[in-house]
């Protein structure tokens, strides 16, 4: 009986860094990591990495104070490139279009002004407006876009836009719209611009309350919620 105990024993110490390499394995996005801009801190504190184009101003949402955007000169740019490198990730925004602005509306641009890049827009109609999110990886370009999948506006909406390894989805609100591949390199210079494309076109209306970049593919499941 003893001796059976003892190989037991033994059997359990031999499984367990099995065991516990199997949990690693399962383990989810942690939310370490990333970043994440509470856009009203670069209007409460400027900062010399910080250049705020216009008056965008800083107003109340049910998620907390966002910062308004007139879509015709108010626009955030930012001395920071967080896509630098990476083959996979995940840019999310909270933020609420409005009527009555132009067709053509990007509200975050990051990496170069007309190379590398990625752009998260919006095409704004009377009925609505739909999501268009965009990639330049060196050449490698591929725009996600469809004109029926409307949504109303001056509502809040979470979009995120998920990139893995050279497969490109979008999602509003938690639910797949698009997907498309196109073969990933990743790119390394640039900055970002918020409200506006960086060549000062293409100015958003509306408010953006968070933009979250995660080094990641991110799941729905593991969407910033607030």
Known sequence: MAQTRIYSLLLILLCLPLCLQAQKGKAKFNGK????????????????????????RIISSKFGKAVLFDGTKDGI????????????????????PDDGGKFEQRFFHCGEIKGSRVMMELRSTNKG?????FLNANDSKKTLADSTLLHPSNQWYHVAFVVDKGRLTTFVNGQKELQENIPMTPFFTGRTA????QNELSWFKGAIYKIRITPKALTPDLFTRK
């Open 77 to 96: 740019f930012i001395n920071q490139m967080p896509l630098a490198g990476l083959e996979q990730f995940t840019v999310e925004a909270i933020f609420r």
């Open 129 to 133: 407006w739909y999501f268009d999110a």
């Open 194 to 197: 918020l409200g506006v494309r």
């Open 33 to 56: 990591n990333h970043t994440e801009w509470i856009i009203c801190k670069f209007l409460d504190k400027t900062k010399d990495s910080v250049r705020v184009l216009g008056n965008p």
